[in-house]
Nanobody
């Protein structure tokens, strides 16, 4: 079982920055999991935002956030981060952290069904 707890959400003006954190607790080493961030707005399906491999050497981003968001992880403290810069009103959503157990070092999580565990979500609101 893995528990994921997000923090760092809030209200920010357009053009501003926020950093989300996701702290994991698990019986397995944190480095056994590929990690991802997804987001959802009311009435829409949850969508992929960013993902990082077990080691942190591989990352991928949704086109809508490339060049503005950066995903990173610190396996020593069991935490994954999402640095969000140049925020836009359309980035407003509930952001979810996700973990997927894998034995392969370069696996990335880009879809809901690739994820085994989810956090409770953190609200990010960007005002215009």
């Amino acid at each position: 079982q893995v528990q994921l707890i997000e923090s760092g959400g809030g209200l920010v003006q357009a053009g501003g920055s926020l950093r989300l954190s996701c702290a994991a607790s698990s019986g397995r080493p944190f480095s056994s999991f590929a990690m991802g961030w997804f987001r959802q707005v009311p009435g829409k399906e949850r969508e992929f935002v960013a993902t990082i491999s077990r080691s942190g050497r591989s990352t991928d981003y949704a086109d809508s956030v490339k060049g503005r968001f950066t995903i990173s992880r610190d396996n020593a403290v069991n935490t994954v981060y999402l640095q969000m810069n140049s925020l836009k009103p359309e980035d407003t959503a509930v952001y979810f952290c996700a973990a997927g157990f894998t034995r392969h070092t370069d696996v990335l999580l880009t879809a809901d069904d690739e994820c085994d565990y989810w956090g409770q979500g953190a609200q990010v609101t960007v005002s215009s």
